[in-house]
């Protein structure tokens, strides 16, 4: 670790940096089987989370702040969406069938199976240094020149280099660090302070909040940050390189030759 | 076959079977400490029981959040129910005093109970919030004789696991673990805000539990009997609701 922060200086941001890397870790995977493993465990989940989460919204497409909030009280937003519910004035004539039911046990267990999968990488990522050597920056990137280059060579759509493929430059650092330990934990909090036996234990779950409806609320705008960054993330694996990234995530192997698009 | 590889399968099948074998002992020790749900079958039966597991575990004494009378609702929202049936409305006409709760099923002394019966015992209330599934909530003082002081009169044996109670309503009935029966705050309801309880609302009798969501909460309840076991009440799974899809734990 020492070595290669101390190869880490600002002036050439983290591509220079990663050789050492690529020469040392040539026969090494790109990604281990656990990251690889929970990747697409957590994958499945989100999108199963996703699809029964907006179907439990379009029950009740409405949003307030604070701790109650219904039809006959003023919302915050409304999402402009038929519902599943007679009780809901969406203005539309009719009311979708309703499928709460199997969205709300998918929710459920997809939750616990990510929280699960999630720990075992937090916890594995803590003891083999993963998150210190492979996603904290290094300081000399976080300078503004550091970060302004990797800024402009995503604003150039500039592809990057074969090294990059071994290493994550200083932008894709802080954003999955901000994913993992703050959307993710995030996203848990505000779901189980809408538990009403899961505050009946822990009541400052819900009160640090301000309520269970601002819980609601944050879940919603926490889910739309996660998909945004689902987006960009695809979007820019397809970017780097798609057929080599996602045999980089699904075998381990890190093909360095060119690839033909 | 090389030596490592067959050394690498024998490891292989001693942990897989060390693995199920130790899920075997956490199913038999969850199914005597009462951790496992009735509808803990299925493909969602591992997250139903991870649920009600850990949350049998975690709040088996905790409380529902009791707000103060400044934060009681405006309006309390009395949801959409069916057309109400006959007998509730023959009931109704004669201001509800015909309305019996009768209790049976491993009890000592089963018995029927009337609204002014009930309302002679100890009354309590309780500032709670209403939580439905579909995500709204609204909340209300909620008065009634807890579940709990109905149990003791009529005297559950020891072998008791469940409380199942019947709306007058037709296929619309709950159960609940004794935990959350004898549960301080579940309540057999018949008043609201300093009023009576207004039928819109589960009047003149519904079993409130806060800890769970507010379909648990059955409205114009006439009936419970006591169980050791669900199997012979409805499909087996512990209520209408999952029958329809939906968790039989509602505490999330």
């Not at chain 1, 802080?174 to 189980?192: A, K, M």
């Not at chain 2, 969850?30 to 049998?56: C, F, I, M, N, W």
């Not at chain 2, 019996?100 to 000592?108: F, I, Q, S, Y």
Request: with cysteine.
């Amino acid at each position: 670790m020492s070595t290669l922060g101390s190869a880490r200086v600002p002036l050439e941001g983290s591509v220079a940096n990663s050789i050492p890397v690529v020469s040392a870790t040539m026969t090494a995977p790109r990604h281990s089987a656990l990251v690889r493993v929970t990747h697409w465990i957590t994958t499945v989940c989100f999108f199963a989370l996703l699809v029964s989460g907006a179907e439990i919204v379009i029950s009740h497409p409405r949003f307030y702040w604070g701790e109650t909030g219904n039809v006959l009280t003023t919302p915050l937003f409304k999402i402009p969406v038929p519902s599943s519910r007679a009780l809901v004035p969406t203005g539309y004539g009719y009311v979708l069938p309703d499928q709460n039911g199997w969205s709300r046990a998918l929710h459920f267990q997809s939750a616990w199976i990510a929280v699960l999968t999630g720990l075992l990488y937090v916890m594995w990522g803590l003891v083999t240094g993963h998150f210190r050597k492979g996603l904290l920056p290094a300081k000399g990137d976080l300078s503004r020149r550091g970060i302004s280059t990797v800024i402009a060579n995503h604003l150039r759509f500039k592809r990057p280099s074969d090294e990059e493929a071994w290493s994550y430059n200083v932008l894709q650092r802080i954003t999955y660090l901000f994913v993992i330990f703050i959307l993710f934990p995030l996203v848990i909090w505000t779901g189980l302070a809408m538990s009403p036996a899961f505050v009946s234990a822990f009541p400052a779950t819900v009160t640090l909040l301000g309520g269970r409806q601002t819980a609601r609320t944050l879940h919603f705008f926490i889910t739309l940050a996660l998909t945004l960054f689902l987006l960009v993330h695809v979007g820019l694996v397809a970017l780097a390189g798609f057929r080599s990234r996602m045999r980089a995530m699904i075998t381990g192997q890190n093909g360095t030759h060119k690839e033909g698009v | 076959m090389s030596p490592l590889s067959r050394r690498k399968l024998i490891y292989t099948g001693l942990a897989a079977a060390a693995g199920v074998s130790g899920l075997g002992v956490a199913a038999s020790l969850a199914h005597k400490y009462g951790l496992v749900p009735p509808d803990h079958g299925g493909l969602y039966g591992l997250g139903e029981t991870l649920t009600y597991a850990s949350q049998r575990l975690l709040t088996r004494h905790s409380f529902a959040r009791e707000f103060s009378r400044s934060e009681i609702s405006e309006r309390p929202l009395a949801n959409e129910t069916a057309p109400l049936s006959e007998p509730f409305k023959r009931l109704q006409a004669g201001g509800f005093a015909d309305w019996r709760l009768t209790v049976d099923g491993m009890v000592d002394r089963p018995a029927s109970f009337s609204i002014d019966q009930l309302k002679s015992y100890p009354s309590r209330s309780q500032i709670t919030e209403l939580s439905c599934e579909e995500g709204w909530t609204y909340i209300a003082e909620w008065i009634g004789v807890p579940l709990s002081h109905v149990l003791n009169l009529v005297g559950t044996q020891p072998q008791a696991r469940y409380v199942v109670y019947f709306s007058i309503e037709p296929d619309w009935w709950e159960s609940i673990d004794m935990a959350d029966a004898m549960h301080p705050q579940t309540f057999l309801t018949y008043g609201m805000n300093g009023d009576v309880l207004p039928v819109g609302n589960g009047g003149p009798l519904r079993l409130r539990l806060p800890r769970q969501l507010g379909y648990k909460s059955v409205k114009f309840i006439t009936h419970l009997t006591v169980t050791d076991s669900m199997k012979k009440f409805g499909k087996g799974l512990g209520s209408a609701s999952p029958e329809g899809g939906y968790a039989w734990y509602a505490g999330i």
